[in-house]
């Protein structure tokens, strides 16, 4: 059985930082993409972050230059990071780790719009607040 579980969120100050953990088990994700995903209260999910196989990543240009995706291996697991810095009020959602869903063909790891598909987690709320 495939699960995703994240872990690391929580409430922070504008300007702050947390580091978001999503341990992947079941799964053979080495040719495959894997990423953060967050959907703000009364907006659509959007892609934050992904890594392929070879370590490339890619970002949402609202959070270039801020966080960072990084993954490690373990036996018939995955650790997957995203180190978020200097955190905004916008920044404030729930996020999600994914794998396995239908890609764009854009060569980013992102997804397809609608449905996806793929493995998910539970989500982990990022709150930026004063």
Same mark, same amino acid.
């Given at each position: 059985?495939?699960?995703?579980?994240?872990?690391?969120?929580? #409430?922070?100050?504008?300007?702050?930082?947390?580091? @978001?953990?999503?341990?992947?088990? !079941?799964?053979? $994700? %080495?040719?495959?993409?894997?990423?953060? *995903?967050?959907?703000?209260?009364?907006?659509?999910?959007?892609?934050?972050? *992904?890594?392929? %196989?070879?370590?490339?990543?890619?970002?949402?240009?609202?959070?270039? !230059?801020?966080?960072?995706? %990084?993954?490690? /291996?373990?036996? /018939?697991? +995955?650790? #997957? $990071? @995203?180190? =978020? /810095?200097? #955190?905004?009020?916008?920044?404030?959602? =729930?996020?999600?780790?994914?794998?396995?869903?239908? #890609?764009? !063909? +854009?060569?980013?790891?992102?997804?397809?719009?609608?449905?996806? !598909?793929?493995?998910?987690?539970?989500?982990? +709320?990022?709150?930026?607040?004063?």
């Amino acid at each position: 059985e495939v699960q995703l579980v994240e872990s690391g969120g929580g #409430l922070v100050q504008p300007g702050g930082s947390l580091r @978001l953990s999503c341990v992947v088990s !079941g799964y053979t $994700y %080495s040719t495959d993409c894997i990423g953060w *995903f967050r959907q703000a209260p009364g907006k659509e999910r959007e892609g934050v972050a *992904f890594i392929d %196989s070879g370590g490339s990543t890619y970002y949402a240009d609202s959070v270039k !230059g801020r966080f960072t995706i %990084s993954k490690d /291996n373990a036996k /018939n697991t +995955l650790y #997957l $990071y @995203l180190q =978020m /810095n200097s #955190l905004k009020p916008e920044d404030t959602a =729930m996020y999600y780790c994914a794998t396995d869903y239908e #890609l764009d !063909g +854009l060569g980013t790891c992102s997804p397809v719009a609608d449905a996806p !598909g793929g493995y998910w987690g539970q989500g982990t +709320l990022v709150t930026v607040s004063s």
